[in-house]
Each structure stands twice: as structure tokens, then as C-alpha cells.
């Protein structure tokens, strides 16, 4: 059981000397732009995903009474260096239910949240790591019914009728025009439309406990956007990444069982897991309601020596972690990188032909390998785009013209390739018996012009974003603490 708190919820009031929240009626330019910045702040931290996660900390198992008996005077518990533990060493492993401030978290609701979870991962899961997926899910389930809770506390109410439009919203953005099938996919993976609601219901409190009482609370000085910006520019050419985080926190007396939940976590997306699924699932950075994308950055606002390191050394699609960092666990996906406010070659839109030939069922390698050198022989004769056609005609190939492609969306092997080419030539030849071989020829391409870099007001904003992620981060902390926690 969690140590009794006799202030069991928190309920944080503004005092005489705090300013309220600027009402949309204000006249004052100054006011209304800070209205629709607090307005767009609290939309980003808005998601509808499971709340955040952090592992359950490990309970000491207990002593028996004839080694407590013989315990000398400076070893009260005199604990045997061979002891024998019976049974689980977290006893909520047995029964994962608990009672936060008097509210019942059943084992159905937590199997109910499982289940949307093992939808989204899509991975097989053995029965040690389903166990402790199990546990996460609580404490998940914990943090949210804590985030309900301190939304009335505050007289912050979250109405009926917005939980049923922000369920509609999803139902229609995954089945259309078919309400029923949301009520039926839910009953399918055995999970619940209340299981989701009530998630829905957490993640609306929390955006508004933190528009109240963290958003209109943060302030960022001009000179301070000002001396960003000029950093900004003095790093022209240099690189900055597009990252994917999942932070879990910890603390002396959990950091172990929290490390270990990580692990879990980086095998799982090892093995094909959805980093945003896993990002949104459990993460307890703000960046969890945008599936973990801390978007475009550049390595010092990690504020970390050791994290700029690890990012200068990765290459995008790499995983890496977890990194035990100040305050819990990192675990960071690089998406992309570039250069600071330099043209990136990889946006350039492409003019493309595809040209190519399939094999028919039951042909040798030694037919395949001819029929490549063939084809690659009569592509070499193809006099530009234009005589595309022709020529494949003439070699049993098709034609497939693509006018408007990103270098980036291409696989990075070819995107090199595709970005080396001059108009009218093509790429080697790529594929398989099974899939067919083709070439790339490029018909044309507009590339990119040199970036700006962001506004006064963006590179305002990135800032104020970081520090409400901060503040949010420490509130709910605060409130783990002031819960009472029964665990059943």
C-alpha cells in the first residue's frame, strides 16, 4: 500500500498575486495573441491515446518473523544473504487491481486497456512480457483516473456529450460511414467502447488541467526567442534531427524495475513494434499525444552532452536505448536529419518512368538471369523519356510515369541513386524473379530552395512547447505523490 497521504488529491488554487487564464473577450492585441497561443498549445497536447506510462516500482518481499527475532542491534532486519523468495516478487503481478483515492481500477479495466494496446503493438507477446505489459496498463490507468480526478477537483468538468463526439471522431476516421463498426472491432480484441471513453475522458481533463493551470503560466521573453534565433543562424550547415522519443520516468527507488520495462519496450519495436503506437501507449512526455515526434531539432536543445552524442551517431531509421538520462529512461527513434536552413536535395520533386518486366511462373534462374541482361541491354539503347515507350515496347516492358515524387519518399537505397542521375538516364537495375525487375529514368526535377528557418513566432512557440512539457511532467508527478494508492 502506498504511504497514506492526508492530502489525498491535489487542488493547486490561483492565489491573489497569480494572473487567471485572458478571456477570448479581451481588446488588448498583446491578450489575444496569448489567447491563441495558449488556444493552439492545448489542441497539440490533446490526443486521444492511453495515458503515460511508467513502470510499477519493485516491493521488498517480506521478512519472516524468526529473522526479525535475531536480528542484531545494527541490522534491525538482518536479512540472509541466501534468501529464498516464494511466489512473485511484486505481488500486484498476482491480482493487478487498485484503489486510487477510493476509485476501483478492476482487472477488467485493465485487460480491457490491454487489449487496445496488443491491437496497436501487433507483435507476438510471451507470457513473462504480457505480465508486464499488464502492470504498465495499471499503472496507465492509475495516471489517468489521478488526471480525472484532479479535473474536478478543480470544478473542471468533462461533459458526456464531448466524450460521445470525440469517440464518434475516431470511429469515423477508422470506419467512415460505419458507426457500428468501432462497438465492433472494440468486442473483437476484447476491449470496450467505456474502456475507450474513459480514456478519451482522461486525455480531454488533462488538456484542460494543463491549459489552466500550466499554458497561461509559461512565458518566454523576446530577448530570449531573439538569442535562439541568432544561435540558429550561426549554425546555418550544420545538422539537425527529426526525433522520436519515449521517456519514462524514474526514481531511486524504481529505476530498476523502470529500466527493465524499457528494455521490454526497445525489443518490442526491435521486432517490428509501432514506435508511435508505443510512443502514444506509454510514453510521459507531452510528445505521447503526437506519437513521440519531437519534430525538427538541432543537438543542443537536448541540453545533454551525453544524448547529442548519441543522436550525432545515429542514421535515420535507427533505435537507440534506453538511455538512462537525469529523471528516468530515453529511448529515441531518428526519424530524419538534414542541414539547418539549407535546401535538402531529398525534397526535390521528381519526374519519373518506371520501366519493367515480370517473369512468368516456373522460370529457371539461368532464363531470369538472361532475360535481365536482355532487358538491361535494350534500356541502355532508350534515346531519353520520349522513346520510353517505344523502346520498352520493344523489349516486352511496361511503362509506368510518375510526375510528382519526393526524393524521400523513395527507399533509401534508390534515393542516392535517383538523385546522382542526370535527365534521360536511369538507374541500375533493381527487383527479383518474384517481384520482376525494373529501372528508374529521370524525366525531370525541380529541386529545392534554401530554407528561411522558422518565424519569431515559431521559434517562440517550440520554446513555450518544451516548457509546458516540463511543467506537465512535474504536475503529474505531483500527483502520484499526493495520491493514496491501495493495491489490491
Not at 488529491?9 to 492565489?15: C, D, F, M
Not at 527493465?260 to 499525444?289: D, K, M
Request: hydrophobic share 40%; aromatic share 6%; charged share 25%.
Amino acid at each position: 500500500m502506498a504511504k497514506p497521504n492526508k492530502h489525498a488529491i491535489r487542488r493547486p488554487r490561483n492565489s491573489g498575486n497569480v494572473q487567471p487564464v485572458i478571456g477570448i473577450g479581451s481588446t488588448n492585441p498583446a491578450q489575444l495573441a496569448r489567447c491563441k497561443w495558449i488556444e493552439r498549445v492545448t489542441r497539440k497536447i490533446f490526443s486521444t491515446c492511453l495515458a503515460s506510462f511508467a513502470a510499477i516500482a519493485t516491493v521488498l518481499a517480506p521478512v519472516s518473523v524468526a529473522a526479525q527475532a535475531t536480528a542484531p542491534m545494527g541490522d534491525p532486519l538482518a536479512l540472509p544473504s541466501d534468501l529464498t523468495i516464494f511466489g512473485k516478487d511484486d505481488p500486484n503481478v498476482r491480482t493487478a487491481t487498485a484503489i486510487v483515492n477510493g476509485h476501483v481500477i478492476t482487472g477488467t479495466d485493465v485487460e480491457q486497456r490491454l487489449a487496445l494496446l496488443l491491437a496497436a503493438s501487433q507483435n507476438e507477446v510471451s507470457a513473462e512480457e504480457m505480465q508486464q505489459l499488464r502492470m504498465q496498463v495499471l499503472r496507465n490507468l492509475i495516471d489517468e483516473t489521478l488526471q480525472i480526478q484532479e479535473a474536478k477537483a478543480q470544478e473542471i468538468e468533462v461533459q458526456q456529450p464531448e466524450i460521445d463526439q470525440a469517440f464518434a471522431r475516431v470511429a469515423a476516421q477508422n470506419f467512415g460511414d460505419n458507426p457500428d463498426g468501432m462497438n465492433k472491432y472494440l468486442a473483437s480484441i476484447g476491449s470496450s467502447v467505456g474502456s475507450l471513453k474513459r480514456q478519451i475522458e482522461g486525455e480531454l481533463a488533462w488538456q484542460r488541467l494543463l491549459s489552466r493551470n500550466v499554458v497561461p503560466f509559461v512565458n518566454v521573453s523576446e530577448e530570449e526567442v531573439r538569442d535562439v534565433m541568432k544561435r540558429l543562424e550561426e549554425s546555418r550547415g550544420t545538422e539537425e534531427y527529426r526525433l522520436g522519443e519515449i521517456f519514462l520516468s524514474a526514481n531511486s527507488e524504481n529505476a530498476e524495475s523502470v529500466g527493465q520495462n524499457a528494455v521490454r519496450i526497445v525489443e518490442q519495436l526491435r521486432q517490428g513494434g509501432s514506435f508511435l503506437a508505443y510512443a502514444r501507449q506509454f510514453s510521459e512526455a507531452t510528445t505521447a499525444a503526437t506519437g513521440g515526434d519531437l519534430g525538427w531539432i538541432r543537438l543542443p536543445q537536448l541540453r545533454s552532452p551525453q544524448l547529442e552524442e548519441i543522436v550525432r551517431g545515429m542514421e535515420p531509421g535507427q533505435l537507440v536505448g534506453p538511455v538512462e538520462i537525469p529523471g528516468g529512461f530515453w529511448i529515441v527513434y531518428l526519424i530524419d536529419k538534414r542541414q539547418v536552413l539549407m535546401a535538402d536535395p531529398r525534397d526535390a520533386v521528381l519526374s519519373l518512368k518506371q520501366i519493367s518486366i515480370e517473369f512468368p511462373a516456373g522460370v529457371t534462374q539461368e532464363q531470369a538471369t538472361q532475360r535481365v541482361q536482355n532487358f538491361t541491354a535494350g534500356v541502355q539503347t532508350i534515346r531519353g523519356c520520349g522513346d520510353a515507350e517505344t523502346a520498352a515496347a520493344r523489349i516486352g516492358a511496361s511503362v509506368v510515369t510518375n510526375d510528382q515524387i519526393r526524393a524521400r519518399s523513395l527507399p533509401d537505397q534508390l534515393q542516392t541513386l535517383v538523385l546522382n542521375l542526370q535527365v534521360g538516364q536511369t538507374t541500375p537495375p533493381f527487383g527479383s524473379v518474384e517481384e520482376g525487375v525494373r529501372v528508374l529514368m529521370l524525366c525531370g526535377r525541380d529541386d529545392p530552395v534554401a530554407q528561411g528557418g522558422p518565424s519569431f513566432d515559431q521559434m517562440m512557440s517550440e520554446i513555450e512547447d518544451e516548457r509546458v512539457s516540463k511543467r506537465a511532467q512535474r504536475y503529474l508527478r505531483d500527483l502520484r505523490n499526493d495520491a493514496y494508492i491501495e493495491y489490491n
